[in-house]
């Protein structure tokens, strides 16, 4: 039974350009979460989706960040025109939803390095 | 404003020592997790506990959530070197799905 699957591992972009982050819940899990993790820092929630819907994205910034979890796919977070404190550990986690005491399952991350 | 306090911050012992973790807040969670995480890799699931007073035992880890269930600790018994990692805790909150972490801790295990 394969973990919570996200990629690129590593991504690395210059000023301006776009970021996209996949991440593949665990098999059977129909919520995703991603958190992001600054150098030195705890991690931070920025959204949490359900199936073509965002449920909280009150951790997101307004500008330049988005995320989708469409019907088929990877849920995607989205970073447009970044900039150098975008730089961090993105994480995605995923639980099977209602009744499960919110148990959160994370992946490896993908560790982002904007020059 | 860190909801989640974690003391120490940062812990080296011996191996076979003892030691405690702790997770505490003034806000109560609905549940709360420990996660271990290692560099370069994301957080692993160690434990939920959801009742107040409730203790749960992994192997030589004993988990802890406090009566009121704003705090919670970690003790681990007779420490190994595999124990080396940076504990985490994270909160739920009640009707709130996300989860808040904690400061963490920053254990090391000498052989």
């Known amino acids: 039974n394969a973990g919570v699957m996200q990629n690129p591992r590593h991504l690395v972009r210059r000023r301006g350009q776009e970021a996209r982050l996949r991440c593949s819940p665990m098999?059977?899990?129909?919520?995703v979460y991603w958190y992001r993790q600054l150098p030195e820092e705890g991690l931070k929630f920025m959204v949490y989706?359900?199936?073509?819907?965002?449920?909280?994205e009150s951790g997101m910034p307004k500008e330049r960040f988005s995320a989708e979890f469409p019907k088929e796919g990877p849920s995607i977070l989205r970073i447009q025109q970044v900039v150098r404190g975008d730089s961090a550990a993105y994480f995605c986690?995923?639980?099977?939803?209602?009744?499960?005491?919110?148990?959160?399952?994370f992946g490896p991350g993908t560790r982002l390095t904007v020059l | 404003t860190q909801l989640l306090e974690q003391s120490p911050q940062f812990l080296s012992i011996q191996e076979g020592e003892n030691l405690t973790v702790y997770c505490n807040s003034s806000s109560v969670f609905s549940s709360l997790q420990w996660y271990r995480q290692e560099p370069g890799e994301g957080p692993v699931l160690l434990v939920t506990?959801?009742?107040?007073?409730e203790v749960k035992k992994l192997k030589r880890l004993t988990f802890q959530f406090g009566d009121a269930r704003k705090d919670s600790s970690l003790h681990i018994t007779a420490a190994q070197p595999g124990d080396t990692g940076l504990y985490l805790c994270a909160g739920a909150r009640f009707g709130n799905e996300k989860l808040t972490f904690g400061t963490g801790t920053r254990l090391t295990i000498i052989p």
């Open positions: 989706l359900q199936k073509e819907n965002i449920i909280d």
């Open positions: 506990v959801v009742t107040g007073g």
């Open positions: 986690a995923s639980s099977p939803g209602a009744g499960t005491y919110n148990e959160q399952f």
């Open positions: 098999k059977g899990h129909s919520h």
